[in-house]
């Protein structure tokens, strides 16, 4: 086993790479070269890249549930799946592409699993099944992973190409008989209010299907 080298110095040197180059150049093979070692020095601590990324999703994820514990209940359910919403955002935006490590991992840490149970509790208490509390919040999650993979893509092309998303450009381009579809276009917003304005509809849905 390579000196110095333990699974907490692997990930969070994982997360300082996918901050700076990316998804696309986290491997582990530029991992190794980071850490100063040769890539098999990284398996005896993670077996391979979907491990990896299941590590960086369960420090992200222990994060969340840090935050969530400090929220104190009594707000309602629809506060609750807000709040949630809200902190598992902010936590990958604190990551370059943060909500694509995310996408397909398993959590690694039982603590972190466990501390869904309460969740559970107050949407069961509030009148949903147990599968529909769990399907509430695995909407509000797939929800909040695409808006993040969407708002993280769109900035990093604009980064690259500051003209790509150009509403003028995208006017022409599209020439006649589209006045609602450039309408829409310019009335596009992006960023917090945008991400609470579709938070909320979501919830609605969901308020609307308990109540039915």
């Known amino acids: 086993m390579a000196k110095g080298i333990s699974r ?23 991992l190794a070269a980071r850490l100063g070692v040769q890539a098999p020095a990284l398996y005896w601590h993670v077996r391979n890249k979907q491990e990896l990324l299941d590590e960086m999703a369960t420090v992200v994820m222990r994060r969340v549930t840090g935050a ?24 990958y935006l604190l990551h370059r592409d ?24 107050r949407l069961t208490e509030a009148g949903f099944t147990l599968a529909g509390a769990d399907d509430a919040t695995d909407l509000v999650t ?11 893509e769109r900035g990093q092309s604009a980064e690259t190409d500051p003209g790509r998303y150009s509403l003028t450009g995208r006017d022409a381009w599209l020439g006649e008989d589209a006045e609602l579809v ?14 609470e304005r579709h938070l909320g509809i979501v919830l609605d849905g969901l308020a609307a299907r308990l109540g039915s």
């Open 68 to 91: 969530m514990s400090e929220i104190p209940p009594g707000g309602g359910w629809q506060a609750d799946l807000a709040a949630y919403a809200r902190v598992l955002r902010a936590e």
């Open 182 to 195: 450039k309408a829409a276009g310019h009335l596009r917003d992006d960023g917090d209010q945008r991400f």
């Open 98 to 121: 943060g909500a694509r490590i995310f996408s397909g991992t398993r959590i690694s840490d039982p603590e972190v699993v466990r501390a869904k149970e309460p969740w559970l509790a």
């Open 142 to 152: 797939a929800f909040v992973v695409g808006f993040v993979i969407e708002e993280q």
């Open 8 to 30: 907490e110095r692997i990930v969070a040197a994982a997360l300082e790479l996918l901050d700076e180059k990316g998804m696309d150049a986290l491997t582990v093979r530029a």
